[in-house]
């Protein structure tokens, strides 16, 4: 698959990475069908401080699932769902007050927790994306809505 790939401050490429894959029985695979440039995105590419190099940016994306792990209830292949920027295990006390920034399991040893700035953690400008704890970390694209020229619209009442 094809991501737009950090490799230091101004050293931005477009390239081959491998294709993400279920590592956990938790974990989701997201086609990626839409995606943002957020301004932590242009951080990075300005020279804000990131030990790792060779993984995707991006920290907002929609998709469709392709897989799922056998322990995800919430999700089945074909599902279109959204993406939150910073991940949670959804079980640890932080998680369970809607404190995702500060999950006791997904930052633990100070890893980062969000979603194209490390390795760990490959973000969603690519055509793929893991989602660990794919049930607390995606929210369901209700069915009704459509694209329609860059912006979402309600089937039913065109708004």
Same mark, same amino acid.
């Given at each position: 698959?094809? !991501?737009?790939?950090?490799?230091?401050? #101004?050293?931005?490429?477009?390239? *081959?990475?491998?294709?993400?894959?279920?590592?956990?029985?938790?974990?989701?695979?997201?086609?990626?069908?839409?995606?943002?440039?957020?301004? #932590?995105?242009?951080?990075?590419?300005?020279?804000?401080?990131?030990?790792?190099?060779?993984?995707?940016?991006?920290?907002?994306?929609?998709?469709?699932?392709?897989?799922?792990?056998?322990?995800?209830?919430?999700?089945?292949?074909?599902?279109?769902?959204?993406? #939150?920027?910073?991940?949670?295990?959804?079980?640890?006390?932080?998680?369970?007050?809607?404190?995702?920034?500060?999950?006791?399991?997904?930052? *633990?040893?100070? !890893?980062?927790? =969000?979603?194209?700035?490390?390795?760990?953690?490959?973000?969603?400008? *690519?055509? *793929?994306?893991?989602?660990?704890?794919?049930? !607390?970390?995606?929210?369901?694209?209700?069915?009704? =809505?459509?694209?329609?020229?860059?912006?979402?619209?309600?089937?039913? #009442?065109?708004?």
């Amino acid at each position: 698959m094809r !991501a737009i790939v950090y490799h230091g401050p #101004s050293d931005i490429r477009h390239e *081959a990475v491998p294709d993400p894959s279920l590592c956990a029985p938790d974990d989701a695979v997201v086609r990626v069908t839409r995606t943002a440039i957020c301004g #932590s995105d242009l951080h990075v590419v300005h020279g804000l401080p990131i030990p790792d190099r060779g993984f995707a940016l991006g920290h907002e994306f929609v998709g469709v699932v392709e897989d799922v792990g056998p322990g995800v209830r919430r999700f089945r292949k074909g599902n279109r769902v959204l993406a #939150s920027c910073t991940t949670g295990c959804g079980r640890c006390v932080p998680c369970r007050r809607g404190l995702f920034n500060a999950c006791e399991t997904t930052t *633990a040893g100070g !890893a980062a927790n =969000l979603f194209g700035f490390s390795c760990g953690l490959p973000g969603g400008q *690519a055509e *793929a994306v893991r989602v660990p704890y794919a049930d !607390a970390n995606l929210l369901a694209v209700p069915t009704d =809505l459509e694209g329609c020229g860059g912006r979402l619209r309600h089937r039913a #009442s065109g708004v």
